[in-house]
């Protein structure tokens, strides 16, 4: 999380903002279906951008953010905040502290999607062209496209039916304050029709479950357990 975002939303009263921007200290902003704006930042209170509408940067402190279906963001930031974009969207960046990240059906994503204490889910056919990534938290991917990769700490990947992940898939090993984490071995599943190009690289203990009709890069630090059916016994 870049710290320009709190300079930036910590200021919002003191910064000259272009007519079509909209700025807010403690209230939650509501962008109508269909709307066309500039920047919208808030620094406690929730934002909503409604189905179909055009923004540019979405940010706020304390505080959700919900993109609606087929509405169009340059970039998404949240310290304390669950993101949602809606089925369709598109942005050019995910990025939030404590809060869980869930993308829709056909959602796309030039950038990287990020968050460190939340989970992230993808749905069917979303697209992602950069990295997915967290510290603590699930990643599920449901027949999605992941372009940069998967990286976790704490967190367990389902790599699900018919999704495509280029970039490999990396669990670091535990440093400093993520010792506070979970230290169970993390899950990682790569399930039926699945893709993962590039190395499965685990810098820590996990348990790797690997579908018999799925594809892999090489794999290093952890032995691949093959199953057959939907999921793992």
């Keep these: 999380m870049t710290r320009l975002l709190y300079a930036l939303l910590l200021t919002l009263p003191l910064l000259a903002a272009a007519d079509d921007d909209i700025s807010k200290v403690n209230r939650a902003i ?106 603590n938290g699930r990643i599920e991917l449901d027949a999605a496209h992941v372009g940069g990769g998967l990286e976790t700490t704490n967190g367990s990947i389902t790599v699900g039916r018919g999704s495509r992940v280029e970039g490999g898939i990396l669990v670091e090993k535990l440093r400093g304050t993520n010792w506070f984490g979970n230290r169970k071995p993390p899950v990682i599943v790569i399930g039926p029709d699945a893709v993962v190009q590039g190395e499965l690289k685990f810098e820590r203990e996990v348990e790797l479950y690997v579908s018999d009709r799925a594809q892999i890069g090489p794999v290093t630090g952890a032995t691949a357990i093959r199953f057959s059916g939907e999921q793992p016994d």
Excluded: P, Y
Excluded at 72 to 100: F, M, P
């Design 30 to 135: 509501r962008v109508e279906a269909g709307q066309v704006v500039g920047d919208v930042g808030t620094v406690n209170g929730s934002i909503t951008i409604g189905d179909g509408a055009t923004a540019k940067s979405v940010e706020t402190v304390n505080g959700s953010i919900t993109i609606g279906n087929r509405a169009a963001t340059s970039k998404i930031e949240s310290v304390n905040g669950g993101i949602r974009l809606g089925d369709q969207a598109t942005t050019g960046s995910v990025d939030t502290v404590n809060g869980s990240v869930r993308l829709g059906a056909g959602a796309q994503v030039s950038g990287d999607v990020s968050a460190v204490n939340g989970s992230i889910s993808l749905a069917k056919g979303t697209d992602v062209r950069g990295e997915v990534e967290n510290v």
